[in-house]
């Protein structure tokens, strides 16, 4: 039996699935059905509850109340029209790990989606994990090249990162003794191979959160529908439906850098201290790191990205 889905607090629940105004609780070894108290629905402008959440329930079925969680990766939600405010869209709470999926080919791997992943995860202070699915339809060609070169570029910044390949095998061992321990939500564009590579991980595990996906819409920005499957070996995962943006939420453009981490231990450092905006200012150590081949060009140039849009 999976601990995360059985907590040692009697009277606490795991929130497994949530739909729009009704969440399923794991308790017990039992799962039911539940909606929220009307005194959480007026304390709260947005839904309070997401899934991974801890939470308590009373005897007619209604949640009363939101344990203190662990962690939580949150994105900023699309502006639906002119003059309307993003606000903060919680995917998942109480997580062991962000697990980035991005294809080897079809579709080419958009590498700034990645950072964008691996900032919210360490702005979270939740570990992550990149996965490289596909890895077949680029051997023998300077395209695989390419890909070790980049992950090489990702480990040397301190990420763990697994080259898979749903047709080979190749990786797949690895990956599933990785997933076997806590709770790992799955992240990435629509068609990176996520159905595949978690059914070659365990059989039928893909079908079960595909459908899922299919009942929220892929491409979306509004989470309807999300759900936690356990895995036959001990883990269980949480699939994010396929999207083509991932706004970043709660990172102040003056701690970015805190936020890569070969970059974290320049910070403070440069001419300008902590006013050093890592860009033309002279003294820079960053800039100095990057010249000195200490930091990668690339990821310095995703920073400056990231940085004009936060």
């Not at 579709?107 to 700034?112: D, G, I, K, L």
């Not at 403070?268 to 150590?285: R, S």
């Amino acid at each position: 039996m999976n601990p995360f889905l059985t907590p040692d607090d009697p009277n606490a629940g795991v929130v497994v699935k949530k739909i729009t105004n009704a969440y399923t609780l794991r308790a017990g070894g039992q799962t039911f059905d539940c909606i929220l108290s009307t005194r959480l629905k007026r304390e709260s402008d947005t839904d309070p509850v997401a899934v991974g959440d801890l939470v308590r329930w009373n005897e007619a079925g209604q949640i009363t109340e939101v344990l203190p969680r662990r962690n939580q990766l949150s994105r900023r939600s699309a502006v639906p029209m002119p003059g309307a405010h993003a606000h903060e869209q919680v995917i998942a709470s109480n997580l062991d790990r962000v697990v980035p999926v991005f294809a080897a080919a079809n579709p080419r791997p958009a590498w700034h989606l990645l950072d964008r992943y691996l900032v919210s995860a360490e702005s979270a202070d939740i570990p992550a994990l990149v996965v490289i699915t596909k890895m077949d339809l680029v051997e023998g060609r300077p395209e695989a090249g390419e890909i070790r070169s980049v992950a090489g570029e990702y480990q040397a910044c301190g990420y763990d990162v697994i080259l898979t390949s749903a047709e080979t095998g190749a990786g797949l061992d690895e990956l599933r003794a990785v997933l076997s321990g806590g709770l790992s939500v799955f992240a990435g564009k629509s068609g990176v191979g996520k159905t595949s590579l978690l059914n070659a991980i365990e059989p039928g595990l893909g079908l079960r959160v595909q459908a899922t996906n299919r009942a929220t819409g892929k491409g979306r920005h509004t989470t309807t529908h999300l759900e936690i499957f356990e895995m036959g070996t001990g883990g269980a995962v949480l699939d994010t439906p396929g999207i083509r943006e991932f706004g970043l939420w709660d990172v102040d453009q003056a701690d970015l850098a805190l936020f890569f981490p070969e970059m974290r231990p320049w910070v403070g450092k440069c001419k300008f201290g902590l006013g050093c905006g890592h860009d033309q200012e002279p003294g820079c150590e960053i800039r100095l790191a990057v010249g000195r081949g200490e930091i990668s060009p690339y990821r310095y140039q995703s920073y400056l990205k990231l940085k004009d849009e936060t």
